[in-house]
């Protein structure tokens, strides 16, 4: 996939307000659960994008790429990781920009396109801890009989906690996808309720609900695996 210019070096360039211009962590949570609605994209860009003109497609970006990267980032936790997710979704548009055509709103087709995106590389990333813990095996514990206490006890707390890591991992491979999405983003991302809407595109209070079930059902399964 490739781009009409350096985006990177562009966006480094542009003459972006300096309050975006950082992306702190905290300005990149509590935006609004439907942020494509703040911006409009003229007809005439979407039009120019479509026959790959490349001041069309910087105006786009110009117009879009803040947002969009804060709206990753409430995904995935990590400016570079939202940066890298924006990009390749800017790529993908380029290469395919005759086939595109947003039937009402082009900013909310790119935050559903960074959505997608994101969402997969939060299951990407759970694949490979999954891997990653069944590569391992049960951890190795060095014989203990020299140990002094403090390192006795480091030894029980990482087993305690390697074999909580593989009967979590147990739980959610039983779970849903949307279900192991939900779990992810509030326990291992750290996203509230709201923050969640926001991922899904739901109503807070369906989020909060959605929270509470997944909740229940991996803390009824856990203590069941932990029993076996």
Same mark, same amino acid.
Do not use: K, M, Q, W
């Given at each position: 996939m490739s781009l009409p210019f350096d985006l990177r070096g562009y966006l480094a360039s542009a003459e972006f307000p300096e309050s975006d211009r950082g992306l702190s962590p905290s300005s990149s949570r509590g935006t609004p659960s439907r942020p494509s609605r703040a911006i409009h994209v003229p007809f005439e860009i979407v039009a120019g994008v479509q026959t790959q003109?490349?001041?069309?497609? +910087?105006? @786009? $970006?110009r117009l879009t790429y803040i947002? @969009? $990267?804060?709206?990753?980032?409430?995904? @995935?936790?990590?400016?570079?990781?939202?940066?890298?997710v924006v990009q390749d979704v800017f790529a993908l548009l380029w290469d395919r920009s005759a086939q595109w055509h947003p039937l009402v709103d082009p900013a909310?087709? @790119?935050f559903r396109a960074v959505r997608n995106h994101a969402l997969?590389? $939060?299951r990407r990333h759970e694949r490979a801890v999954r891997r990653a813990q069944r590569a391992d095996g049960p951890a190795a514990v060095r014989d203990p009989s020299d140990a002094s206490p403090s390192v006795l006890e480091?030894?029980?707390?990482?087993?305690v906690q390697a074999t909580h890591t +593989?009967?979590?991992?147990?739980?959610?491979?039983?779970?849903?996808e949307r279900q192991r999405t939900v779990y992810d983003l509030r326990y291992s991302r750290g996203l509230s309720?709201?923050?969640?809407?926001?991922v899904l595109e739901i109503t807070p209070k369906s989020a909060a609900k959605l929270v509470g079930r997944v909740t229940h059902l991996v803390v009824d399964r856990l203590r069941e695996e932990l029993k076996k």
């Open positions: 003109d490349a001041e069309a497609f +910087r105006e @786009l $970006v947002p @969009l $990267v804060r709206f990753a980032r409430t995904i @995935l936790g990590s400016r570079d990781e939202a940066e890298d909310a087709y @790119l997969n590389e $939060v480091h030894i029980i707390d990482a087993e +593989r009967a979590i991992a147990a739980v959610l491979a039983t779970c849903t309720a709201a923050e969640i809407a926001h």
